[in-house]
């Protein structure tokens, strides 16, 4: 795990100084915790009260206003190194008058559950990344999204800040809508779901795993079964969820992989993977692909493909993190294998191998293109973010009271901003950039050639094409130019870069040595760019 910056900061959060902050008046929802004075822990659950105050939108919340919901709940800590944090986020389950048995209900408008989660926010001091990339996906997908809800909590009385109230992802009629699946489904058709699967680190709750088929730079990627619970599942059913996602990745693995009727998509709703990809890639998330992915299937009589999904944990994305180049709007998250390959967690060797296949990219690209048009326009997202930001202006100072880390470097994030506006004008110039960059960089995904014209006065030649050795390429200049060659494969990731330095007007021949050139038979993108003039070639490489 790469957190060579982390154990560092970590101790330099934890001893930061917190400031007396009483909280008596809000514009969000206030959730009180009285656990009588025990200390949460981490398992089991512990017995104790909740009540919220929540007068409706547009109405103050005072914490003397009579509660609009009160329960019983079990509280533990949440989260791998989260929990370590000052500030701890908390997971909950609403329980009855005894304590002991699990209720669903309703909680500050969301669909009535059980179980919650208390999401701290400590280390995104915007304190909107979450909420972005949560609303950005439920008008991107039309598959589930975690609803959430601010608000400010009050802990045996005392002000812990601002927190994120979000539904924890569960089987359930309004969460992930797959068939409830008993101990007596051991056959036919009951058996084949419904199964909420994650790839993850392996705190929390105890799960069975098994391998997935192909490492990833020589490291497994275990594939969990989140539910259902592993005291409620059987052998029978272990087996056939095991079966049944082998199968999909034998066939992605397989020569006719393109094909529908034994290839990959006949075991997944292509459509969620575009999104959850594009999801992903627009806040370059670190953890894309590879934790906290979770991904399910029906029984088959409710077309049993795959879904991907829901999305979770994005405090880190957004240019949030300070390590592999994830900082940087330019680059993609599925290229993490090739920037970070010593990574304990990996991320599954599915989406290179999706990205290879023409419709599939085709599909990214023209899916991206078109949310720009309006869903990703970034004068709209900044509106959001400018939005957010107005809303939580008197909840976020008190936070920044209690826990005084504007400036300080927390956990792998980096040192952005020393104030709260600074911290929003990187997020918004980082936005910005971002979208500009996957514009350009979207454009090769499942064409063969890029849409750039041949400029008279900059022609270019490759020889020999297809070819297994080295390439000459040959281009002329009308005009003195610094000459910049990038080579991509089909889903534009960069494979090769060079450059030549102030060339004289006239004719120019480089040799390409083999060694230097894609090993991995296929089509490529060869662009050689003179002083900002581009222009586009395809190179077959057998």
Same mark, same amino acid.
């Given at each position: 795990?790469?957190?060579?910056?982390?154990?560092?900061?970590?101790?330099?959060?934890?001893?930061?100084?917190?400031?007396?902050?009483?909280?008596?008046?809000?514009?969000?929802?206030?959730?009180?915790?009285?656990?009588?004075?025990?200390?949460?822990?981490?398992?089991? #659950?512990?017995?104790?009260?909740?009540?919220?105050?929540?007068?409706?939108?547009?109405?103050?919340?005072?914490?003397?206003?009579?509660?609009?919901? &009160?329960?019983?709940?079990?509280?533990?800590?949440?989260?791998?190194?989260?929990?370590?944090?000052?500030?701890?986020?908390?997971?909950?389950?609403?329980?009855?008058?005894?304590?002991?048995?699990?209720?669903?209900?309703?909680?500050?408008?969301?669909?009535?559950?059980?179980?919650?989660?208390?999401?701290?926010?400590?280390?995104?001091?915007?304190?909107?990344?979450?909420?972005?990339?949560?609303?950005?996906?439920?008008?991107?997908?039309?598959?589930?999204?975690?609803?959430?809800?601010?608000?400010?909590?009050?802990?045996?009385? #005392?002000?812990?800040?601002?927190?994120?109230?979000?539904?924890?992802?569960?089987?359930?009629?309004?969460?992930?809508?797959?068939?409830?699946?008993?101990?007596?489904?051991?056959?036919?058709?009951?058996? &084949?779901?419904?199964?909420?699967?994650?790839?993850?680190?392996?705190?929390?709750?105890?799960?069975?795993?098994?391998?997935? !088929?192909?490492?990833?730079?020589?490291?497994?990627?275990?594939?969990?079964?989140?539910?259902?619970?592993?005291?409620?599942?059987?052998?029978?059913?272990?087996?056939?969820?095991?079966?049944?996602?082998?199968?999909?990745?034998?066939?992605?693995?397989?020569?006719?992989?393109?094909?529908?009727?034994?290839?990959?998509?006949?075991?997944?709703?292509?459509?969620?993977?575009?999104?959850?990809?594009?999801?992903?890639?627009?806040?370059?998330?670190?953890?894309?692909?590879?934790?906290? &992915?979770?991904?399910?299937?029906?029984?088959?009589?409710?077309?049993?493909?795959?879904?991907?999904?829901?999305?979770?944990?994005?405090?880190?994305?957004?240019?949030?993190?300070?390590?592999?180049?994830?900082?940087?709007?330019?680059?993609?998250?599925?290229?993490?294998?090739?920037?970070?390959?010593?990574?304990?967690?990996?991320?599954?060797?599915?989406?290179?191998?999706?990205?290879?296949?023409?419709?599939?990219?085709?599909?990214?690209?023209?899916?991206?293109?078109?949310?720009?048009?309006?869903?990703?326009?970034?004068?709209?997202?900044?509106?959001?973010?400018?939005?957010?930001?107005?809303?939580?202006?008197?909840?976020?100072?008190?936070?920044?009271?209690?826990?005084?880390?504007?400036?300080?470097?927390?956990?792998? !994030?980096?040192?952005?901003?020393?104030?709260?506006?600074?911290?929003?004008?990187?997020?918004?110039?980082?936005?910005?950039?971002?979208?500009?960059?996957?514009?350009?960089?979207?454009?090769?995904?499942?064409?063969?050639?890029?849409?750039?014209?041949?400029?008279?006065?900059?022609?270019?030649?490759?020889?020999?094409?297809?070819?297994?050795?080295?390439?000459?390429?040959?281009?002329?200049?009308?005009?003195?130019? &610094?000459?910049?060659?990038?080579?991509?494969?089909?889903?534009?990731?960069?494979?090769?870069?060079?450059?030549?330095?102030?060339?004289?007007?006239?004719?120019?021949?480089?040799?390409?040595?083999?060694?230097?050139?894609?090993?991995?038979?296929?089509?490529?993108?060869?662009?050689?760019?003179?002083?900002?003039?581009?222009?586009?070639?395809?190179?077959?490489?057998?």
């Amino acid at each position: 795990m790469r957190f060579f910056s982390f154990l560092f900061t970590l101790s330099v959060g934890l001893q930061l100084t917190t400031y007396a902050q009483t909280l008596t008046t809000s514009n969000l929802p206030i959730v009180l915790i009285n656990t009588n004075g025990q200390s949460i822990p981490d398992d089991p #659950k512990l017995v104790c009260d909740l009540r919220i105050i929540d007068n409706g939108a547009g109405k103050r919340n005072n914490v003397t206003d009579k509660p609009s919901f &009160t329960s019983k709940i079990g509280i533990e800590l949440r989260g791998s190194t989260s929990q370590d944090f000052p500030k701890k986020p908390y997971g909950f389950e609403l329980r009855d008058a005894s304590g002991a048995n699990s209720v669903d209900a309703s909680i500050l408008g969301m669909p009535s559950e059980a179980d919650w989660v208390l999401n701290a926010t400590y280390v995104d001091k915007t304190l909107i990344r979450e909420p972005l990339i949560y609303d950005l996906g439920r008008q991107i997908s039309k598959y589930y999204v975690p609803r959430y809800r601010y608000c400010e909590l009050i802990l045996n009385g #005392k002000y812990e800040g601002l927190y994120i109230l979000f539904e924890k992802i569960k089987r359930n009629k309004n969460r992930v809508d797959v068939s409830s699946i008993k101990k007596t489904d051991i056959s036919g058709d009951a058996v &084949t779901g419904g199964y909420i699967f994650k790839i993850d680190k392996y705190t929390g709750e105890e799960s069975r795993m098994w391998t997935s !088929t192909k490492q990833t730079n020589g490291i497994d990627v275990d594939i969990q079964i989140e539910r259902p619970k592993i005291e409620d599942l059987t052998e029978e059913q272990f087996l056939y969820a095991k079966k049944f996602v082998t199968e999909f990745e034998n066939a992605l693995a397989g020569p006719k992989y393109q094909d529908a009727t034994v290839g990959y998509p006949k075991y997944i709703k292509e459509d969620s993977f575009v999104d959850y990809l594009l999801i992903n890639e627009i806040c370059h998330n670190i953890d894309a692909y590879r934790l906290s &992915t979770f991904f399910y299937k029906d029984r088959d009589s409710k077309d049993g493909r795959l879904v991907m999904g829901p999305i979770w944990d994005y405090n880190l994305a957004f240019g949030n993190v300070g390590y592999c180049q994830a900082d940087l709007p330019e680059g993609w998250s599925f290229d993490f294998t090739r920037i970070c390959g010593d990574d304990v967690f990996e991320m599954p060797f599915w989406w290179d191998r999706l990205l290879t296949d023409k419709r599939f990219a085709n599909s990214v690209r023209s899916r991206y293109q078109g949310l720009r048009t309006n869903v990703l326009k970034t004068e709209r997202i900044h509106a959001y973010i400018d939005s957010v930001a107005n809303v939580l202006t008197e909840a976020r100072t008190r936070n920044f009271q209690r826990w005084d880390i504007i400036g300080v470097p927390i956990g792998p !994030t980096h040192l952005l901003g020393q104030t709260y506006q600074e911290e929003i004008n990187f997020l918004k110039s980082w936005v910005k950039k971002r979208l500009e960059w996957m514009d350009k960089a979207i454009v090769p995904f499942g064409s063969s050639v890029l849409g750039t014209e041949l400029i008279p006065d900059f022609n270019v030649t490759l020889s020999p094409n297809p070819s297994t050795d080295n390439v000459t390429l040959r281009y002329n200049l009308s005009q003195r130019a &610094t000459v910049q060659l990038l080579i991509t494969d089909a889903a534009g990731r960069s494979v090769q870069r060079m450059t030549w330095p102030n060339q004289a007007a006239g004719d120019h021949e480089e040799t390409l040595p083999a060694h230097s050139l894609p090993t991995a038979p296929g089509t490529y993108i060869l662009q050689l760019n003179a002083d900002g003039k581009p222009i586009s070639r395809k190179m077959v490489r057998f």
